[in-house]
């Protein structure tokens, strides 16, 4: 695994050397991270029309919901390109990475369309299963990008 991460670091000098600024530029990198599910309230949601000499209203704290929720960005040096939450009663597996894949590829059509992205996703062996078809879901949702990928599966 260190030696298959080493190559892959390797590679990726190779690119920046040969390419320079505009590989970086081109990079689509994206996350998940497991984060506590609250609605806060903004100041101007909460302000009340009251007379002058009226009690003013009491503003209660908002507590972090015990409930943590699955949350997925995509980024690149632009900025965040897709997010989205995990709905409650989905599992994370292969079947709803390939989905996340499918969205973040109508957003990148959407708002990124003169850009050849070039994906980076440190996919948790946990969301592949033999069957996935990882490698398949790169080519059909990246034909013209490469895909950077330091773990087994290419997604």
């Known amino acids: 695994m260190k030696a ?28 998940e991270s497991w984060v506590h599910h609250c609605d806060p309230e903004c100041k101007a949601q909460s302000m009340e029309y009251r ?9 209660f704290k908002v507590v972090a919901s015990a409930r943590k929720v699955l949350f997925t960005i995509f980024w690149d040096m632009e900025g965040v390109v ?4 995990l709905e409650q009663g989905q599992t994370v597996n292969s079947k709803r990475n390939i989905s996340t894949l499918q969205a973040l590829k ?14 980076q996703h440190d996919n ?9 078809g990882c490698l398949k879901a790169a080519e059909t949702y990246y034909p013209t990008a490469s895909c950077i990928q330091p773990r087994s599966c290419p997604l």
């Open 106 to 119: 109508l957003r990148l059509r959407r708002v990124r369309r003169d850009k050849d992205s070039i994906l």
């Open 124 to 132: 948790a062996p946990a969301h592949q299963s033999p069957n996935s």
């Open 4 to 31: 298959q991460r080493k190559d892959m670091c390797t590679q990726l000098l190779e690119r920046y050397n040969a390419e320079g600024e505009a590989f970086l530029q081109r990079i689509l990198t994206g996350d």
């Open 82 to 85: 897709h997010m989205e939450f």
């Open 51 to 59: 007379h002058k000499t009226s009690p003013s209203p009491r503003k």
